[in-house]
């Protein structure tokens, strides 16, 4: 194998520095420690080491799961293609895919982990199966390293905080009014994904995304809204100087799923 550019080395240590894992002199931090002990992306790591703080860490275990089965939760046939959509569009959460995700499986556990719920709902139960065995396997690695499971299903603040905390160097802002974002880190031009729950005509001003992907234009995929005074609570080394904003309230209502239940 040949080895990674020095560039790419220099990049992972800085974020890993930035997410609390390294301390100045390169060493691992206590956060880092905990951090190693989950075989996930750091990102995924100290998300759901931050869901301890906004005690939500039943949904980020959750959410951190359904991320982890590389975006196969969803099958669109051909020849349902408009069934398929309107199955999908029933999980959509307002302020976008993550919280989508945690509707998905939640509504699945309240079936019994159904399968004939999965092909009803145009759902790959095979990646529903493997989430729910990442998420025990995560539930055994927090009680290891004491994080207490605690659920705070109404509160998609404390939830949305939780997911920023560890990716905030995924973060981008909306362009005026042509669609497109900017990443504040590298300062991308990027896209929301055509099948993100947030692709629509008032898109977020503010949102965090789990990857980029290339394909006619550069698209972030599971993305969520964010408020941009979060980014000077939780990751102030970074955009301090760079937002100003005002503060205001934001509503704590975890929106279900549009299935009146």
């Known amino acids: 194998m040949d080895p990674p550019p020095p ?3 220099i990049a992972a240590l800085e974020q890993l520095y930035a997410l609390g894992a390294l301390n100045d002199a390169g060493d691992l931090t206590s956060m880092g420690r905990r951090m190693s002990e989950f075989p996930l992306d750091p990102q995924l790591s100290r998300m759901l080491i931050a869901s301890e703080k906004y005690g939500c860490t039943e949904e980020i275990a959750t959410i951190c799961a359904m991320l982890s089965v590389n975006n196969s939760i969803f099958f669109r046939p051909k020849e ?5 959509d309107n199955a999908k569009k029933s999980f959509h959460h307002q302020h976008g895919d993550h919280l989508t995700l945690l509707n998905v499986f939640n509504e699945w556990v309240e079936t019994g982990y159904s399968i004939p719920w999965c092909h009803q709902h145009f759902i790959q139960e095979r990646s529903m199966l493997r989430a729910k065995k990442i998420r025990e396997q995560l539930v055994q690695l927090m009680e290891k390293v004491e994080i207490e499971l605690i659920s705070n299903s109404e509160d998609s603040e404390a939830i949305r905080k939780a997911i920023t905390s560890g990716f905030f160097y995924n973060v981008a802002t909306l362009e005026g009014h042509t669609g497109s974002y900017r990443t504040m880190h590298k300062k991308q031009t990027v896209y929301i994904h055509p099948s993100s729950s947030k692709e629509q005509k008032d898109p977020p001003k503010w949102v965090v995304f789990f990857e980029l992907v290339l394909t006619t234009q550069e698209f972030m995929r599971q993305v969520i809204e964010i408020e941009p005074t979060w980014l000077l609570e ?7 100087g760079k937002i100003t904003v005002k503060e205001h309230k934001m509503p704590k209502t975890l929106g279900k799923s549009s299935r009146n239940k």
């Not at 349902?80 to 398929?84: G, P």
Request: proline fraction near 7%; glycine fraction near 0%; aromatic fraction near 6%.
């Open 7 to 9: 560039e790419t080395l």
């Open 234 to 240: 939780i990751a102030p080394h970074l955009y301090n």
């Open 80 to 84: 349902n293609e408009l069934q398929s």
